[in-house]
C-alpha cells in the first residue's frame, strides 16, 4: 500500500503519471513529494510507487 | 517632510522584542505574481517592517483589478510592480524594494528567486503555480515557498488555512474553490488568504532567527 494524502492506497507498482491520471489530477496542476522528496515533473512517467511509499499531491487551482 | 528611518523604526510596536524587529529588518522575501494575493502580501509585510522586498509581475494596472488588488485609480495603466513599490514608498518609505517586470518561466525561476530564502507564490494561474513550486523545490533547495491556493468566492471563509504539506512548502487556502470552474474573486476571501500567507512569512522569519512566538 502506499500513503497518499495521508490515505491508503493500493498504489504499488504503478508510475506517478499513471496514478495521476487515474485518480484525475492534471499534470500541469500538481506538485508530487515522494518520501519527503519532490518528484519532478520529467520524472512521474518513471517514478514507480512502492510499498510503504508516502506521498503528497499538491492540485493547485485558479486564483490569486 | 515625511517620518526619518528613526522615527518609523520607533514607531513598531514595542511589545514585540527588538530582536523580532531586527529579524524582520534583515529578512528579504520576494513575491511572485503581484495580484490580489501579492498585492496585499507585500503591504502587510511592509507595515509589519520587513526591510527588503522582491516584486515580480509581467502585467499592469487594471480597471477590473480594483474589486480585489491593493492598487487604486492614480495606478490605473502602470506596471504592477511599479504601482506597488509607489504603495509600499507611502506605507515604508526606507524598505528596499526591488522589482522585476516580466514573465516567470521553468526558464529563469530559479535565477530570478533562488537567492530568496523565502518566496511567496501568488500567481493566478493553476499552471504558473504549480511551475514555480515545481522548479523551486527542484532547484532551489534553500529556498521555502509560501503559496496561495484556493480563496475564490464569498463560501465560509474559515475553510481558508494554512498547512506545511512538504519541507519547504507551505499552502495556504481552501484547495478547492477555482475561478477556472466559473467561480469569481471577491476581496475579502483573497484577502484573508493573503493574511495567511503574510502571517505564515512572518513565522518563519522569526523562526529563522530564532524567536519564539509571542502568542
Known sequence: MVTINGEQVNAAGKTVADYLAEAGYTTAYVAVERNREIVPRAAYGEAVLEDGDVVEIVRFVGGG | MGPTREELKAAFDARFPKEFHQAMDSARVAV???????????????????????????????????????????????????????????????????????????????????????????????????????????????????SGNGMAGYGDANEIRTRRIMDRLYVCGDGKTDVNRGIGLMAPRVAVCAGMQANQVIRLIAAQAGIKENI
Not at chain 2, 74 to 79: D, I, K, Q, V, Y
Not at chain 2, 111 to 125: K, M, Q, S
Open chain 2, 32 to 146: 511572485a505574481g503581484l495580484g490580489g494575493l501579492g498585492s496585499h502580501i507585500a503591504v502587510m509585510l511592509a507595515r509589519s517592517g520587513i526591510g527588503h522586498l522582491f516584486l515580480v509581475d509581467f502585467d499592469r494596472v487594471e480597471i477590473t483589478n480594483l474589486n480585489r488588488q491593493a492598487y487604486g485609480i492614480s495606478h490605473l495603466g502602470m506596471p504592477k510592480a511599479e504601482a506597488l513599490a509607489a504603495l509600499l514608498r507611502e506605507i515604508q518609505p526606507y524598505l528596499e524594494i526591488k522589482t522585476w517586470q516580466g514573465l516567470v518561466t521553468e526558464e529563469n525561476a530559479a535565477e530570478l528567486f533562488g537567492g530568496y530564502p523565502i518566496v511567496c507564490e501568488a500567481f493566478d494561474r493553476p499552471e504558473n503555480k504549480s511551475m514555480l513550486v515545481n522548479t523551486l523545490l527542484c532547484q532551489c533547495p534553500e529556498t521555502v515557498i509560501v
